[in-house]
């Protein structure tokens, strides 16, 4: 077999061959800079995740607070309009815990309309505020009126 058969077997004749300075890989200063690129976008992608965790338990919070702020109303209005529960107060605070979070509840019930000394309209202001968190209170308030009969 002659010499040039076997050499263009491994080399083709329409391969160029390049000089050996510049079959080499990635320098130092490409890999670090591909490095930062890659590692810029991690964290942005961690950040993002960071920010969803957070605003995920925000949402949490909110909907516990808002279901809390119901319940307290709910049991309010179904107590006797001249039940002692719902006697006038300036705002009193409990602390309430949920699914393991603590709320501090305030609720604060103000008589209007009064007839004879007596009044003929309630309302009733409940505010509950996670403890520990950035969220502001959930504010709920609904008016209580009673049956009897209003002046002639």
Partial sequence: MPKSMGRDRYYPVNRKRFPAQQDRGFTIMEAAIAMVVMMVAV???ASLFAY????????????LAMALAQQQLEQLRNVAFTDARLNATGGVATTVIRAGRSYTVITTIADSNTVDGQPTMKTITTQVTPVGSALGAVILRTQRATILDGPN
């Fill in 43 to 45: 964290l942005g992608s």
């Fill in 52 to 63: 969803s965790i957070q605003n995920n338990s925000a949402a949490t919070d909110r909907e």
